[in-house]
């Protein structure tokens, strides 16, 4: 019986313990946590709550408990060198260490990484630490998109169009971001429609899983502002209907040559997880950005679906040997939708921000998996936090299916919650093939 380490509160690591305690391995869970998830307690055998910065209370917690490896959810953690200080005390851990986690903790090491090894799937753009020379290349670009350099929690992103509109507000924003104190990228914006294809790796191998498409907007119809993710769906046959077969080739092998890249550049390989953020386009997929753990919610789409022993997955990208395994996925439909407060994502004014910190009640789900977030458990019930509370997943053959499950699901919980209706409809997929069928004009 393994005794194995999650690090992670949200609702991707629920999903996560959920895949490990599943295993046949029998393996038993101790998970260490920033606050405490419900689900993720019910599960396991013991829990240490503390920060992601504690790096003597992880180890010690792993070094009590006789781990004999460590799954990392978040990006903190690993941004922390969580994996870093594990190893030092002998314990691995599917998720990399803190120099290889800047594949998403920097998006300058990205981007000059893929531009270094000639690998596709850059747009044009250059880094600045100060503001001179921004005003010209903003005078080259078409449509532009600035980039804090570091964790934003994906909150940081400028986007031409729907953050600002001229090449004089962008400069506003170029100074604003360097006097934060980071660097900024700016580069081309693409027109297309974005994928998530989180692949495993163990250094060499790698391999993808389902493909996800990920909602980032507060509201219907792809309106409001940009969250952590409202919810997502995949189908059936791994792919997404507006792609080409070319557009998940490219994205693979993208990532297949950042994998060589990163091992070159610092002599070590990545294990864990490499999540490519890519936008199909007319000219292919193109690399947004890389993340280097599972996707929240994406991990709810995929986790579910995984055959292979998830215990025995851990194992072999820790030992280098990914290309042994055969890696299966269910071929069916999800449907993830995120049960938030009515205030997730509004300004602190707004009459609706008072919907955090009041109690929920979840009633029967029905067939719907439930994924504990940010949810307070109290004596006297579950309360809300002010960040997203619970992803509600719906699992069929097909999508509307799926949707119709994970719909009654959401209809579960009540009080003062809002999710998005439209996530999984066939009216939100069509618009985004007609986007692809005009952009690529076929
Ligand atoms: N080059 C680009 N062209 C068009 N849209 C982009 C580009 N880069 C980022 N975006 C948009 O901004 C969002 C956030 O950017 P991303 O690089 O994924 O950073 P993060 O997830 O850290 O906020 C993307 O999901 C996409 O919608
Ligand atoms: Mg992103």
């Known amino acids: ?25 029998k393996p038993q869970l101790f998970s260490f946590m920033k606050t405490n998830n419900p689900g993720i307690a019910s599960l396991s055998e013991k829990i240490k709550l503390g920060s992601y910065a504690d790096l003597d209370a992880i180890t010690e ?27 030092k005390i002998n314990i691995p851990s599917a998720g990399p260490t803190k120099s290889l986690a800047r594949l998403e903790t920097s998006k300058s090491f990205t981007r000059n990484l893929v531009k270094k090894y000639n690998i596709p799937g850059n747009p044009q753009f250059r880094v600045f630490t100060t503001i001179n020379g921004v005003e010209a290349f903003l005078n080259e670009l078409e449509g532009i998109v600035l980039k804090p350099d570091g964790l934003t929690g994906g909150k940081g992103v400028q986007v031409q169009g729907d953050h600002f509109e001229t090449k004089k507000d962008a400069l506003k924003l170029c100074e604003q971001i ?17 994928f998530s294809l989180q692949c495993l790796c163990d250094g060499k191998t790698v391999v993808a899983t389902p493909l996800v498409q990920d909602h980032k907007r507060r509201f219907d119809g792809d309106k ?35 994998a060589a890249a990163l091992l070159k550049e610092t002599g070590s390989p990545y294990k864990g997880v490499m999540y490519g953020g890519f936008i199909a386009t007319k000219n292919g997929a193109k690399l947004l950005e890389y993340n280097a753990r599972f ?13 292979t022993d998830f215990v025995e997955v851990c194992r072999h ?29 509004l300004p602190a004014d707004h009459p609706d921000a008072a919907s ?11 067939k719907a998996r439930l994924y504990y977030s940010s949810v307070d458990q109290k004596e006297d019930g579950l309360y809300l936090s002010s960040s997203r509370a619970i992803g509600i997943v719906g699992i069929a053959d097909d999508l509307a299916q799926a949707r119709k499950i994970a719909e009654e699901g959401v209809n ?27 952009i690529r004009k076929d």
């Open 1 to 25: 019986m393994p005794n194995i380490l999650l690090i992670g509160n949200g609702a991707r690591e629920h999903a996560l313990a959920e895949a490990i305690t599943r295993s046949e391995q």
């Open 61 to 87: 917690f792993a070094a009590e408990n006789k781990i004999e490896f460590a799954v990392i959810g978040p990006e903190d953690p690993l941004n922390n060198g969580v994996a870093d200080a594990l190893s």
């Open 356 to 366: 955090s910190k009041t109690k929920i009640e979840v009633g029967d789900v029905g």
């Open 412 to 438: 579960a919980v009540k009080g003062p919650v809002a999710y998005r209706e439209d996530i999984g409809t066939e009216a939100l997929i069509q618009k985004r093939i007609d986007h692809m069928k005009k």
């Open 317 to 345: 990208i820790i030992a280098g040997k990914l290309d042994k395994l055969k890696i299966e996925f269910e071929h069916k439909a999800t449907v993830c939708k995120y049960v938030v407060p009515k205030g997730y994502g």
């Open 295 to 307: 996707g929240d919610p994406e991990a709810m789409n995929i986790l579910p679906l995984l055959k």
């Open 224 to 258: 409001g502002p940009n969250t952590g993710g409202m919810g997502s769906y995949s189908l059936p046959d791994h792919s997404m209907p507006f792609l080409k077969p070319k557009d998940l080739e490219d994205g693979l092998e993208i990532t297949r040559q950042v």
């Open 178 to 194: 360097l006097a934060g104190g980071s660097s900024l990228i700016v580069e081309e914006k693409f027109d297309g429609e974005e």
